[in-house]
């Protein structure tokens, strides 16, 4: 005959998950006997609803727990897969041998069960009621059932022989079992069906129930050392279904023979029976502890039919003569404890490929540091067959934090208190790995610690990146059915741990990499001190709306007078100015426009989808509004006003470049007109572009010197009537675009910068010319007039200095004219500069008087020695009496301060008639001569030409015709005649 063996199956981690979500496990859960033919359930106590209450507990035992390095507060908290804990500065590196010198804190203390423990006092009562339910039941068929006073079926030897071959052969494949693992599922697989089906045969029902009994209390409770409320259920559940399995035997077979067909049938069901009892009473212990249990039907029946076939033969050859079945005991004997060495040694030969798979998957994971943090731990339950896995990170720069793996409940990611007395310290501190758990036939209650809770077995590696420790790697809880952690697994673990250690160090580096590409990639497109886009981000955004054909705008705002506040109170005041202005206008545009700084102070604008000019200038308003409020900074209140000028697409442009090109253009005349907001009209920037063309064009004329030249403008003497000195004055005449107006490109070359060259090229001609004249017995003295911009030339003195000595020309003959605005813009710095010059010699006028906004109270405190009274107050002298006083009155205080004044302007010999009367110094003007070629000046000089006037205004008309007998004439731009 054969003995169907039994076999036993593991829950799956989708299983335990699945159980977990019905409700907490507890301690009470109880172990199927591994001698019960059929499938076991699940035969380990499954503390998921332990795991849980302790992480409860854990996170219930403070709101915030006290970092152990500065002090610092960190709350605990959970948080899903992935998410980072932040970094905290301050954590100590490890010494020279490896290690963390950690500051540690004591333990917590415990905390009450509360309603968990109550619900677990509960179902232990509950399924130790269950237990006796099903002892009772046993007893009950044995002595009042139909076991009652039945002997043996067939007689082989006497019942106590018979009770100790039973519990030698049951004890024996209890504890001999032999599991093997089939598509992710562990299989246990014995040959209890064989004495059981032999007990059926040839012992009594009383004999069978106890001999089977005791072989499950001396396996489970003295060897394997079960809790005692575990080793009451595997002894009643296992005495039921053999007392139940013995009467399904006895009323099947009647008078029949075991060993005939009819009794094969009887045989087979009562196995059948034992199993389904066995699998039901399990079953239902799992219902009461809120766990399912999952089945395969189809392998449990190929298993079964297989232990049927087996017990059959061994039964058959005890029926016709017990002593053949020696070697069939003996072979099956062989082939378990061989296959259990296989298994052995195929564990161990294993671990080179599990590291090799180990390695394999996490070069396979993904590079970011939390998906491979996962992809370690998942691999470790993997590799190691654990329960649970956890990665234990201490950075030097972070919070210490643990990742948290477990099938029956939510990844967890939870900062942690690092306590003294947990095995995960001790390993960090130690810097190597150490087992700790139980031991084989040790007693399966546990163990619990203050970092990971409880576990009945732990696997603990230090992590190192290089001789620092950096956290801990931590395997919990192998699967029941398998042997516990031994050294040979803590040698694997190690390797496991130092691969892990790698792949989190590759981790890192990749998202440093990340980090840095994307640093500078937000440094290439954003402003370092705002943070705002700059240029490059602007066009890329402003392209992408102009190409989205929906219509945009671009505007550009400047802030006014912002120069004053650097100036005036430091470019660090300035800088915090330009931040707030920053937020200000991203606050205004609330995401209906992209701000970008482009440089200095200027600001620009990309506005979406914008078809019209009045959705673009409201926002425009709502900006200026929202700066015209007052900012706070050091004390100091600011008002802040900008110009702002706007573009739309497509009107006024269809590419980038020339809508920011017109945009500029409109907000430099809302700086001139002080409106606040212009839009780009075609006639100004008709205006610019001729600006910016004639910008080129000067800028050629300057290099190569043959398109500016000289002019020179006498000035003479109201009382001696003799010309003492000229003004130079430049002109430029361009071969395409003829004469261009002076003051049109003297005011392009001051917005270029290149005024500067101007000046030079004027200083280097006319000096070279007056010290020609002077040679030629011309004694008179050279005007030029300078910028404001080039006061600020360092080298200006030297320059002068050197002009005048290359030409032999004394400092006297030469007189600097400035406009009073320009002086007045930088009184400072304009006086010390004209003091050196006045300290040569040369002579300081003042040019264009009237028109700007000093006095003479401040002309005094500069080496002025002239005063050019501007042409406007002279020109209609006559006609306007309000003129007359001005100039009369000028004159005046101009002598009072001891300054000679000369009137620009006199046209006519009325004019300059008043202006002797006045006691003007001296006089310049188309009366006397216009602006000459120095060839004809020199002519004209040389023939003795002078400013006379008539004794009586009458004859001023009759005088003009006459022709000065030197033949001088007044065409093409000569002198007026003179009088001799």
Known sequence: MTVPAALTRATTGEERKRAAEETDSTNSCVDASPGLPGRREEQRCDRAGLAKH??????????????????????????????????????????????????????????????????????????????????????????????????????????????????????????????????????????????????????????????????????????????????????ASGAFASAVAATVFRQLLETHSPVSPFGWVAGAAALAVFTLAATEAVRLVLRLNGQKAHREFMTEVLLFMASIGLAFVVLDAAWWDPWSTLPLVLVAALIVFAYRGYTRLSLRFGALQRLYDFSRSLGDADLEPAGTSWAVLEQIRTVMRARRSELILAEASGIPRRISLDPVADPTVEPLVLDESSIVTQAMLNGAAVLHGRQRGATDTGSRDSILGDFREALVAPLLDGDTVVGALVALDREEELDPFDTEDLRLFEALAVHAGSSLDRARLIEELHFEVDSKSHQATHDTLTGLPNRTLFLSRAQSALSDGRGMAIALLDLDRFKDVNDTLGHAVGDRLLCEVSERLVHVVSGRATVARLGGDEFALVLPEITAADGAIAILRELNAELSKPIEIDSLTFAVTASAGLALAPEHGENVTLLLQRADIAMYLAKERRSGIELYSVGRDQSMQRKLMLGGLLVHALETGNELSLKYQPIADLGSGQVVRVEALARWHHPVHGWIPTPEFIEIAEQMGIIGKITEFVLTEACARLAEWRRAGLQIGLAVNLSGRDLSDEHLIDRVAQHLR????????????????????????????????????IGIAVDDYGTGYSSLAYLHRLPVKELKIDRSFVTNLAEDPSNAIIVRSSITMAHSLGLGVVAEGAEDEVTCKMLADAGCDLVQGYYLSRPQEPARLRNWLLGGASLELSSSLTAVHKLRSVVNSRGQGSNNGGPRPLIN
């Open 54 to 235: 302790a992480f409860k507990s854990r996170l219930a035992r403070a709101d915030t727990t006290r970092v152990p390095t500065d002090g610092a507060e960190a709350t605990r908290v959970r948080v899903n897969s992935g998410s980072a804990i932040p970094p905290t500065e301050g954590f100590p590196r490890a010494d020279s041998e490896g290690r963390v010198p950690l500051t540690l804190v004591t333990p917590a203390e415990a905390v009450p069960e509360g309603t968990s423990g109550r619900r677990s006092r509960l179902k232990t009562a509950s399924i130790d009621a269950f237990s006796l339910l099903l002892a009772g039941g046993a007893a009950v068929l044995l002595t009042v059932g139909p076991l009652s006073g039945l002997g043996p079926d067939h007689h082989l030897a006497g019942q106590p022989v018979m009770f100790g071959l039973l519990f030698a052969s049951l004890a024996a494949a209890v504890w001999g079992q032999v599991s093997f693992h089939y598509r992710g599922s562990t299989y246990m697989f014995s040959l209890a069906e064989v004495p059981l089906l032999l007990g059926l045969v040839f012992a009594s029902p009383p004999v069978l129930v106890i001999s089977y009994v005791a072989a499950l209390v001396a396996v489970f409770g003295l060897v394997r050392r079960q809790a005692p409320s575990k080793l009451l259920f595997n002894a």
């Open 806 to 841: 290359a030409n032999g020309l004394p400092a006297q003959t030469l007189t600097l004219e400035l406009t009073e605005t320009e002086v007045m813009a930088d009184l400072g710095h304009a006086g010390k500069v004209l003091n050196e010059l006045a300290d040569l010699g």
